[in-house]
Each structure stands twice: as structure tokens, then as C-alpha cells.
């Protein structure tokens, strides 16, 4: 995000994460700014990330997820060049998966346009997930209206999915564009066997 431009980072931590602010700090080490909010309904990552609503209503927005590990520097610049070069709402962040039986996967045209995301399919011929994303404000605001207005008790998933909400967008008539950002899948280090993988690739980077 600090290759991007990024100046000022909102963590937003569930309740009695404070291990975390306790090794990252106030992000001047990094050269950033840090700040913490604490999650608030329990129903998934929109919710979470409307927490920071009142604070980035007016600002492109980049999102990274804490628990995701990729190979290249400037993804989030590629991003943060496509949402000002491009008449878009929404920018993806394209991965090559590895099991695209468990990933969220972008389907878009030859302009990179996106038609939708489909979520952990068994049969497709799609290739690409996504793991990182910019937006406008029109999508934050999108965001916030729509979650101000969800009725949760005609959702039948038992958690949303930002993935969720951007399909929702594009039905709404957002433009919402990819970009690739890495031939290699991203390792998801939320998991054991992610972890070990990611483990493994930086002691063989560290005993080079």
C-alpha cells in the first residue's frame, strides 16, 4: 500500500485483538499512518469495512486482506493507476488461482471488464480470483446505503461477502474493471497449510 501512495492505513480489529496494534504501532516505522477501529455487526467483511465509512467517504479506497501474502510490490500502484486512468467504480486485483474450487473467481471480457464473481464453483472454466481491490467514493457510499438498507433475513448465507456486494453493484450499474497483478496465486496464510507454504518460501529467500 506505501508503494501505492497510500498515507493512512485503517486496521479494523474484532475486539481483544490488541496483540496487533501492540507489534504494528502507530505505522511510523513504516512511514504511515495507523489507525484502529473495532468491528461492529458480526455479519462479515461489508460490515467491517463500513466501520471506517464516516472516515473514507470521500477518498479512493484500497483494500488488502491481513491474512493474504503475494509476491509483487506494486499491486495496489497497478490498481490505484487503472481507477484514475479508467471511467470505473471498482478495480480487482487479479490472482491465477490454485483452486478455483474454493475461490471467489472473476469473470470478465476482453477489456477487462467485469460480469460478475463467482463464488467457489466446482465446475468452470474460470482462472482468475481476485485478493486486492480499489474503489471510488461512489462505491463506499454504495456500500453503506446498501448495507443501511439490507434486510439480513433474506440473505441465505450465514456470512456476507464483500464479493456479494461488488455483484450487487454491478447489477446496480457500477463499472467494475480488473487488472492482473500476478501470474502466481497468492498464499492464504489464514490457513495451516497456507502458513506452512508461506513459511517455507521465506526461509528458502532467507538462506539464498
Given at each position: 500500500m506505501k508503494y501505492g501512495g497510500v498515507s493512512k492505513?485503517?486496521?479494523?480489529?474484532?475486539?481483544?485483538?490488541?496483540?496487533?496494534?501492540?507489534?504494528?504501532?502507530?505505522?511510523?516505522?513504516?512511514?504511515?499512518?495507523?489507525t484502529y477501529l473495532i468491528m461492529g455487526l458480526?455479519?462479515?467483511v461489508p460490515y467491517t469495512l463500513d466501520q471506517a465509512y464516516p472516515f473514507i467517504k470521500e477518498n479512493i479506497v484500497v483494500l488488502g486482506f491481513p491474512d493474504i501474502v503475494f509476491d509483487c510490490n506494486d499491486g495496489f500502484q497497478k490498481l490505484l493507476k487503472k481507477i484514475k486512468s479508467c471511467n470505473c467504480d471498482i478495480?480487482?486485483?487479479?490472482?491465477?488461482?490454485?483452486?478455483?474450487e474454493k475461490a471467489d473467481l472473476v469473470e470478465f471480457d476482453n477489456k477487462r471488464k467485469v460480469r460478475k464473481i463467482v463464488r467457489e464453483t466446482k465446475h468452470t472454466r474460470l482462472k482468475y480470483t481476485w485478493g486486492i481491490a480499489a474503489w471510488t467514493p461512489?462505491?463506499?457510499?454504495?456500500?453503506?446505503?446498501?448495507?443501511?438498507?439490507?434486510?439480513t433475513t433474506s440473505f441465505n448465507e450465514k456470512e456476507m461477502f464483500i464479493s456479494d456486494m461488488?455483484?450487487?453493484?454491478?447489477?446496480?450499474?457500477?463499472?467494475?474493471?480488473?487488472?492482473?497483478?500476478?501470474?502466481?496465486?497468492?498464499?492464504?496464510?489464514?490457513?495451516?497449510?497456507g502458513l506452512a507454504k508461506a513459511s517455507g518460501r521465506i526461509m528458502r529467500f532467507s538462506n539464498r
Open positions: 492505513i485503517y486496521l479494523i480489529l474484532r475486539k481483544g485483538k490488541w496483540d496487533i496494534p501492540t507489534y504494528l504501532g502507530d505505522g511510523s516505522r513504516f512511514g504511515l499512518h495507523f458480526p455479519f462479515g478495480v480487482l486485483g487479479l490472482f491465477l488461482s490454485d483452486q478455483p461512489l462505491f463506499t457510499n454504495y456500500l453503506h446505503e446498501k448495507l443501511s438498507n439490507f434486510d461488488i455483484n450487487f453493484a454491478i447489477q446496480d450499474g457500477l463499472q467494475v474493471n480488473a487488472v492482473h497483478v500476478s501470474e502466481n496465486p497468492f498464499i492464504d496464510i489464514g490457513t495451516p497449510e
